[in-house]
Structure formats: C-alpha cells, structure tokens
C-alpha cells in the first residue's frame, strides 16, 4: 500500500480546483473581467487543460501557478492556501479540512 505525499495530496486538490472549479474559490481581476464572458469561458476551459508544468515553472510540483498566451495576452493563473477563515496561510496545504484554495486568474501585468 502507498501513502500519498503532501505534495502529491496538494497537487491532486490543486488538479480538482484548476480542472474541475472544486474544492476551493475563484478569482478573476477586472483585467481578465475586461475580456469580456465569452473569453473568460474560454480561458477557464484553457486553465482546466493547462499541463505545462515542469520543474522551472513547478519546483514543488503542486501545480499551483501557470504562464501562458491567451488571444494575445499574458495570463497568469495562481493558487493561493488559506486557512478556514481565508485570514492567514493554511497550516497544510495538503488538507483540506484546513485550508481553502482559492485560484486566481489575472494578465500577468496585473501580478
């Protein structure tokens, strides 16, 4: 029997919450916003294939961050681990009972 690692339970939520919108929040900025609703379907369905990770763009391997072109626009996507009150850091990114992810979906110059 295998035990997950935290990063491999980390990585799995962060999956669920960047494919899936479950598990956690979701945050546009008014520059994503200003793309109007059509693009930003679109791009949220580019997040949820996005699997342009490595070890340069995801040294933890937690898929947690990602860079890439979206109709001529740098666009940045990033999950963030607070804990239940969404005040601080989560104590354990790897579980859920206490931390909420919320990912963010902004251009890259508004980072």
């Not at 850091?89 to 859920?96: E, G, L, V």
């Amino acid at each position: 029997m295998s035990t997950q690692t935290d990063a491999e339970k980390t990585r799995a939520l962060n999956d669920e919450l960047r494919q899936h919108l479950l598990g956690g929040g979701a945050v546009i900025t008014a520059g994503i916003a200003e793309l109007g609703p059509e693009a930003v379907e679109r791009l949220v369905k580019t997040i949820a294939v996005f699997d342009d990770f490595c070890h340069a763009n995801d040294p933890y391997e937690e898929h947690d961050a990602g860079v890439f072109e979206f109709d001529g626009t740098i666009v940045m996507f990033k999950i963030d681990y607070y804990d239940k009150s969404l005040k601080f850091h989560s104590p354990n990114p790897a579980d859920p009972t206490v931390t909420e992810r919320v990912i963010t979906i902004m251009r890259a110059d508004e980072y």
